[in-house]
Structures are given as structure tokens and as C-alpha cells.
């Protein structure tokens, strides 16, 4: 159960404290504890119901179709992790099921975007991602209801899929948990330093928890908290629609 920030859980310190209680927060934390079983680790989160946060708001889409070799390989490191994630994050003997399906990722472009999706092909075969370019003629074989008059090219992924986020949060929790980590319920409103680091989190209860180390994984919200040690970063929320419907044509797209 997530403990009240107080000054119990303030006085005993911990290694590090992580800002942002979702996905990437828990992550963090259970990969911290898997490489040191005695590591002290506290995570805070200000949304314990998730009324607002983006991880149950993710579309689910598990895919290495990017642009940057970078993100193929944090792609081609973490897909593995949710092929196994039921073992990985048992508690007590039960497996969660969070639902991935190996389906399957397709993106498409229109005719100007070809040279784009080529370019983004290339490097994902390079990078080892297995992927299989499509003329429109043979989207249209595979999924003869598919529009695809105005389609330029497509590129699938086979091996990629989707899976159900609000299960992999609730997962990720009770494991982080289970392990012994502190879950808190708290808003952090201030990051004290020391010599030039991070060593307190002050919460809006008046808590201060020391700690060694910070990890922000606050998401859309990361440059609120950079700006309390005044730091500035370049990421900026974007407003971002999955699907679109055109009542008029009684089609859908899925924007690439």
C-alpha cells in the first residue's frame, strides 16, 4: 500500500527518490532494485489515482519503426522485457496479464512522404529490425478493406505489437511494492542542493526526504521539475491525435 509522505519516511533517507510514479518511474525503480537488492529507493507521485497521468492514456503501440538509432535500440532492449513481463513482474506466484499481441505495426504514407518512410526503412534494417516494404497494390491484397488510392508506401513490422498500459502500470506497482520500495503519495514542490547536488525533495506536505540522487520521470511535466534546480530543457508537451474519423468518406487514418 503507498505510504503517506511523513517524517518517518524523510528521517530514514534513501539512495534515490524518483518524481513520477508511472511507467517510466517504476521502470526505473525496479531496475535499480534488480541491479542492487539493497538499494534504498523512494517513489513519489502527486496523481495516486492516475486521473491525469499519460501512461494509461498511451494508445499501447510497442513498436521499433523509428527514425533514430537511438530509439530502435531502447526499443530492441525493452520489447524483449514485455515479452517476458508476466514472469519478470510476478508477485506471489500470479502473472499479470497485460495483453501483448505480437500483431504486427504498419505505417503508411501518402506520396510525398516516400522518401521519408525509405530513409527511416533503411536504418531500421540496419539496426536489425525486421521490416517489410509494401507497394499500396499489396496492402490492398493483405486487407482488401484498406483505401489505398492515395497511399504512397507503408512499412511493417511484423515482430512489434500493442499491449494494455493500465495493466502494465497497476503491474509495475505492485512489484516495485512488493519489492520493498516506498510508494509515496505526495507532490514535490522544491529539490534542495547541496554543493551543487540534489540531496533533499520537499514535498507540498512539508516532508523532506534526503537522498543521494533524483531521477525526474515526470513526463510532460519533466520541465516544471527541471526548473526547480533552474535548468532548462527542450521538451515541450504536444497536443497528439491517434485517429481521426471523416464522417464524409466513412474512412478512417491512423497518422504516421
Known amino acids: 500500500m503507498p505510504l503517506s509522505a511523513n517524517e518517518d519516511a524523510a528521517a530514514r533517507g534513501h539512495d534515490v527518490v524518483i518524481v513520477g510514479g508511472g511507467a517510466v518511474g517504476l521502470f526505473v525503480a525496479y531496475h535499480l532494485r534488480s541491479l ?10 502527486r496523481d495516486a489515482a492516475y486521473r491525469f497521468a499519460s501512461t494509461p492514456r498511451a494508445s499501447g503501440g510497442v513498436r521499433r519503426l523509428f527514425a533514430l538509432p537511438e530509439n530502435i535500440a531502447l526499443s530492441n532492449l525493452s520489447i524483449p522485457v514485455y515479452e517476458d513481463f508476466a514472469a519478470l513482474m510476478a508477485v506471489g506466484g500470479e502473472r499479470p496479464d497485460i495483453g501483448f499481441r505480437r500483431n504486427g505495426y504498419l505505417f503508411i504514407v501518402p506520396p510525398e512522404g516516400v522518401a521519408n518512410l525509405e530513409r527511416n526503412f533503411r536504418t531500421q ?3 536489425g529490425v525486421d521490416v517489410r516494404w509494401l507497394e499500396p497494390a499489396r496492402c490492398r491484397r493483405a486487407s482488401p478493406s484498406m483505401r489505398v488510392d492515395d497511399l504512397g508506401a507503408a512499412v511493417l513490422s511484423p515482430d512489434d505489437g500493442w499491449l494494455d498500459p493500465h495493466s502494465v502500470l497497476m503491474a509495475l506497482r505492485r512489484k516495485v511494492a512488493a519489492l520493498g520500495m516506498e510508494m509515496i503519495d505526495g507532490e514535490v514542490v522544491a529539490l534542495s542542493r547541496e554543493r551543487g547536488r ?6 507540498g506536505s512539508g516532508a523532506v526526504l534526503r537522498t543521494a540522487a533524483v531521477v525526474n520521470a515526470t513526463g510532460a511535466w519533466v520541465p516544471q521539475v527541471c526548473a526547480m534546480v ?4 527542450p521538451i515541450t508537451p504536444l497536443r497528439r491525435y491517434e485517429h481521426y474519423f471523416e464522417s464524409q468518406e466513412r474512412s478512417s487514418r491512423c497518422p504516421t
Do not use: F, N, P, T
Open 36 to 45: 542492487d537488492a539493497a538499494i534504498r529507493v523512494a517513489v513519489v507521485e
Open 230 to 233: 533552474g535548468m532548462q530543457v
Open 125 to 127: 534494417q540496419q539496426h
Open 198 to 203: 540534489v540531496r533533499s525533495v520537499v514535498l
